[in-house]
């Protein structure tokens, strides 16, 4: 994917269990990244998982509220993420953008393999299907107790297919979601999100400019 002329850029991926505060951040770093980014003449592309195509969207839409095999939802998940690879992901990192998305592999295993029970065997094996090569280069896991978690989903909004899960599913994501962030400790920063939003933002700077130190 990287070419000899032009620098790729970074790719970034949100993740945590529903109501953990990941998208109150993205609108924050997507700015703070756009801020020196521009003055280097590169981009910040955000997209979202399962999603980020007009595709991607229509599986979205089946995928958020209609019940189906937990295979099928497995499939329809990467089959999003191989679209959204396709027409967005790769084009924008070999333009040498930066590409933010809300979620990415992660929650598959997460949430099909932790929450489901999906054989991580069979995720593995679509994972190296449709991105045998790509990683995100760095992934801010949004951690916070359960109870937390559940307390801020009920406060602000109706609830989707997965939001409408139990507790035990969403400790099962959450640990599956930690047991990765301990396996990949070179890319999985976990943020305690039960701290203040403020303090997650000084976190994320810290973060966001040790990464973009590489362009200054
Ligand atoms: N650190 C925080 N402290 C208090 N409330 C928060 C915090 N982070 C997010 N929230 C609130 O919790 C709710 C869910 O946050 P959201 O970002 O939508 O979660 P997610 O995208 O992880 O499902 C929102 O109303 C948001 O304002
Ligand atoms: C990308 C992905 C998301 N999901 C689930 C997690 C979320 O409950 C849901 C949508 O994610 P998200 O966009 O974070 O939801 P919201 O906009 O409500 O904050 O899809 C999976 O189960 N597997 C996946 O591979």
Redesign the pocket.
């Known amino acids: 994917m990287t070419d000899s002329t032009a620098p790729r850029g970074k790719f970034i991926s949100f993740e945590?269990i529903?109501?953990?505060?990941?998208?109150?951040?993205i609108a924050f770093v997507a700015a703070r990244l756009a801020a020196t980014l521009e003055a280097h003449g590169k981009r910040v592309v955000s997209s979202r998982e399962p999603g980020g195509t007009t595709l991607g969207e229509k599986l979205r839409e089946l995928l958020l509220h209609e019940k189906m095999h937990l295979e099928t939802e497995a499939l329809l998940m990467f089959a999003s993420r191989r679209e959204h690879i396709a027409q967005v992901i790769a084009p924008g990192l070999e333009r040498g953008d930066w590409v933010i998305s809300d979620r990415f592999t992660d929650a598959s295993f997460a949430y099909q393999g932790g929450g489901r029970g999906l054989d991580r065997a069979k995720m593995e094996a679509l994972e190296q299907w449709v991105h045998p090569h790509l990683q995100p280069d760095l992934t801010l896991l949004?951690d916070v107790p359960l109870d937390v978690a559940r307390a801020?989903?009920d406060?602000?909004r109706t609830l989707d297919k997965f939001e409408q899960e139990k507790t035990d599913f969403f400790a099962a994501c959450r640990n599956e979601y930690l047991r990765r962030a301990a396996q990949f400790p070179e890319r999985i920063v976990v943020i305690d999100?039960?701290?203040?939003?403020a303090e997650?933002q000084d976190t994320l700077v810290g973060i966001l400019d040790k990464l973009l130190q590489v362009i200054d």
Do not use: E, V
């Open positions: 945590g529903d109501g953990a505060g990941k998208s109150t951040h949004f801020r989903l406060a602000t999100s039960s701290k203040s939003i997650i």
